[in-house]
């Protein structure tokens, strides 16, 4: 891992983009984004999946300039053809659309399809909780989970995000897939060297496996068991009804240079929001004694802020060969290597 200054790593990630076609304002988003995912310690979503998007443009498997087309289907529901655009740029324009209508009608839905991986959900959610707004962001992936009982992968990992005022500075934002975990963290360890944690994954024949390189040609485990298999396939079948997008095995793309992505994502903004006593209620779950082996009790979301912060002064570290291809494709390696802490 080499340990980065922030705005350097951010400087080269913009380039690298801009290199590929890219519009300025659209690689802030994506860079952004990106970059908010590493600093929270979510690298499975950030700079790992740069040089995957700069391969599907080059393949013209994503549109960098297109911020999609919109069509309000009804007072509240935003139909939104991504018209294979950058996800964040695709998603963050249909966001902030229903955030807006949210203020008229009190909900509003906005269904995405034809767009790239929208990465982190948080990053929206927090977005909208801290306007003051409640939201519910839903996405759907390639089949990279088995179903419960099963050994091979047939279900996306199908992450949620919830976001919700709280009358402090820092509003409530939970996200989570419906897997153990997501194959971007596979992928991350893979580049890392590390191994899996036991009951994570199956190999390409469905036995349990630690290699997170034999992991990432199998499946990853649901969490919680049936109940995790449940939401993930109840996720996926709402946002494939919403959406029009594929399938369990059908879905491609955000995983590879070779196919158009189909998946599909789902934003709710909610205006009634009352953070009455919520901020006095979470207090007191922090206030509360700690089970033996921890420290403390956080917050859903207070872990990664924290760090964040942190490594906004001390340095983002940065696998070796994401850096590496990074630098490359910025075509700037001795400028950027003198900024590496």
Not at 107 to 131: D, K
Not at 189 to 204: I, Q, T
Not at 313 to 321: H, Q
Request: glycine residues 12%; hydrophobic residues 45%.
């Amino acid at each position: 891992m080499t340990l980065l200054l922030p705005e350097k790593v951010r400087s080269a990630a913009r380039e690298a983009l801009l290199r590929s076609g890219v519009p300025p304002g659209h690689a802030d988003i994506q860079v952004d984004l990106w970059l908010d995912a590493d600093l929270r310690g979510i690298g499975s979503h950030g700079l790992l999946r740069l040089p995957r998007i700069v391969e599907r443009i080059k393949q013209g498997l994503a549109d960098p300039k297109t911020r999609g087309a919109q069509t309000w289907r009804g007072d509240s529901f935003l139909e939104v053809d991504g018209q294979m655009g950058l996800g964040p740029v695709i998603a963050l324009g249909a966001l902030e659309a229903i955030m807006d209508r949210a203020r008229q009608t009190g909900v509003a839905i906005a269904a995405v399809g034809n767009a790239q991986h929208i990465g982190m959900l948080a990053w929206y959610a927090e977005r909208v909780a801290s306007a003051g707004q409640v939201a519910i962001v839903l996405s759907t992936s390639e089949a990279l989970v088995h179903p419960w009982g099963g050994r091979q992968a047939l279900v996306g990992t199908n992450p949620i995000a919830i976001g919700v005022p709280t009358g402090e500075a820092e509003p409530f934002v939970m996200d989570t897939a419906t897997s153990v975990v997501s194959m971007g963290e596979i992928h991350d360890r893979a580049n890392r060297g590390l191994p899996l944690e036991p009951g994570w994954a199956l190999n390409a024949h469905g036995e349990a496996t630690m290699d997170a390189e034999a992991a990432k040609a199998g499946a990853i485990a649901p969490f919680a068991g049936a109940k995790g298999y449940a939401l993930g396939l109840a996720f996926e079948l709402l946002v494939s009804t919403l959406t029009g997008a594929a399938l369990g095995r059908d879905v491609r793309g955000t995983l590879d240079a070779e196919h158009v992505c189909n998946k599909g994502d789902v934003f709710i903004v909610i205006d009634r929001a009352r953070a009455i006593g919520i901020a006095n209620y979470l207090e007191t779950i922090r206030n509360a004694v700690p089970a033996e082996g921890f420290d403390a009790v956080l917050i859903p979301g207070e872990r990664g802020r924290a760090l964040r912060e942190k490594r906004r002064f001390e340095g983002v570290p940065i696998a070796d060969p994401v850096w590496n291809q990074i630098q490359a494709l910025a075509g700037a390696s001795e400028h950027v290597q003198e900024n590496i802490l």
